[in-house]
């Protein structure tokens, strides 16, 4: 049994067989899931788990290189974006359209759902080398 890192073994996985560019999507409980993309459903109930949670999570384990968010998050959702760039501060953020956003999620290797209810709270990580 693992004992430390992601547990959940899909998630995991997915991880481990991330190359450099490669990119997953943390993603709230409505943001559509593209035909084809593996989904990892995490949502429990409304909140739960939350966005944030599920981000710190996978960032302790994976190596982020650039975040990409909808330009809509930052008048819908300033909350979700101010953590982003605390998480990600250093990195690349990208912003674009929602739509163009909703585009890019065909190419992830998964889509991680939250159980988040804010409007918004979507990120595609994209993968970067770690050397050690």
Do not use: W
Request: net charge negative; with cysteine; charged share 25%.
């Amino acid at each position: 049994m693992k004992k430390q890192g992601i547990l959940n073994s899909h998630i995991a996985k997915v991880l481990a067989d991330l190359g450099h560019t490669d990119m997953i999507v943390i993603a709230d409980v409505g943001l559509p899931v593209p035909e084809g993309v593996k989904k990892i459903d995490l949502a429990l109930t409304l909140g739960t788990p939350s966005f944030e949670d599920t981000v710190n999570a996978i960032a302790a384990d994976m190596e982020v290189e650039k975040a990409i968010v909808a330009e809509e998050i930052g008048s819908a959702n300033r909350e979700a974006l101010d953590y982003i760039e605390r998480k990600f501060q250093g990195l690349e953020i990208g912003q674009c359209p929602h739509e163009e956003f909703k585009r890019l999620t065909r190419e992830a290797k998964a889509i991680i759902r939250t159980g988040e209810n804010k409007p918004y709270a979507n990120v595609i990580l994209q993968a970067g080398v770690y050397f050690g």
